[in-house]
């Protein structure tokens, strides 16, 4: 190693020494790694004088150096898992992660949790992910396709809500008030996947031309979007604060609320919610035994009393 890089581990080292109270932090001889793991800052085969500082016991600085990488998370046993998956997925995917990481010590699992597409942009970026679990089949394929990503598996299904503040300040009294002009309804981007399963419903009620609904349905209630947003969260909570007087979101995001009523509405599609482990992992071992676990029965208990159906 170099001198200058080696003074500036060493330095890095001290002051940690420092912070967590570990003793024998001194400067080791010329040459003293035999190999350094940059990765984890850690230092393997201490060569040292006979007798000196560095050759009590089996060696200080072995010693101190397994205290501090213990002290900081830095031994070979401490992982970190990063999950990418759909909004929706917050509370369940929260919800198992403690049981997950108890039956796989050493890991911690880090959750990035956005609207599907957004997620799909990130990984063909590049962006660091494990594992990635999303809200349509279709969000997934290109990453199939890309090879980016292994075999999916559907793991759960949903069906979309119409939800309205509490108060109801709209005074909306079914879904087909949502076609009355001057109603504000939030919906997500087009790109979402919770808004595809929107427009097949909104599509299927207008074709069908069910009594209860105003004909050219789809189209009115277009119109009466104000606001779009990244992801089917953004919708409810945007509707909890009273910022629109209806939403599509989730049966699942639904539930989770307690600021928020439903109004009956025909849904029709079911959304199917695929995960993969993807391919570029640097913890592929700990993404394929999370997709397994989600899988499982544990995780699938999860999911159910988070109000997910079976796949």
């Not at 008030?177 to 599509?203: C, F, H, K, Q």
């Amino acid at each position: 190693m170099r001198p200058d890089r080696r003074r500036l581990l060493w330095a890095a080292f001290s002051r940690l020494s420092a912070l967590f109270g570990i003793a024998g932090a001194v400067e080791p001889q010329p040459k003293a790694c035999a190999r350094l793991d940059a990765h984890k800052g850690l230092c393997y085969g201490m060569r040292a004088e006979p007798g000196s500082r560095w050759d009590r016991g089996n060696g200080t600085a072995r010693h101190s150096l397994h205290r501090l990488a213990a002290a900081t998370g830095t031994l070979a046993g401490s992982r970190t898992l990063t999950v990418f998956a759909a909004s929706s997925l917050t509370d369940a995917f929260q919800d198992m992660k403690p049981a997950f990481e108890r039956a796989h010590p050493g890991v911690t699992v880090r959750f990035s949790f956005a609207s599907s597409a957004t997620l799909r942009t990130q990984i063909e970026q590049g962006a660091p992910a494990d594992v990635f679990a999303s809200a349509d089949v279709e969000t997934m394929q290109p990453l199939v396709k890309a090879k980016l990503v292994g075999t999916p598996a559907v793991f759960a299904r949903n069906r979309v809500a119409l939800v309205i503040p509490k108060a109801n300040p709209a005074g909306l009294k079914s879904a087909a008030d949502l076609a009355r002009p001057g109603v504000r309804i939030v919906a997500a981007s087009e790109n979402v996947p919770i808004w595809r399963y929107t427009a097949m419903v909104l599509d299927y009620i207008t074709a069908n031309r069910f009594k209860e609904y105003p004909d050219n349905f789809a189209r009115r209630v277009v119109q009466n979007i104000r606001s779009r947003e990244p992801n089917v969260r953004s919708v409810l909570t945007k509707v909890e604060m009273g910022e629109a007087d209806a939403g599509f979101v989730y049966q699942t995001d639904a539930a989770a609320s307690t600021r928020v009523a439903t109004l009956p509405f025909t849904s029709t599609a079911l959304a199917e919610y695929p995960i993969a482990a993807v391919r570029s992992a640097r913890n592929r071992d700990d993404g394929k035994a999370f997709v397994r676990y989600v899988l499982s029965h544990d995780g699938q208990t999860f999911l159910r009393k988070r109000g997910f159906v079976k796949p």
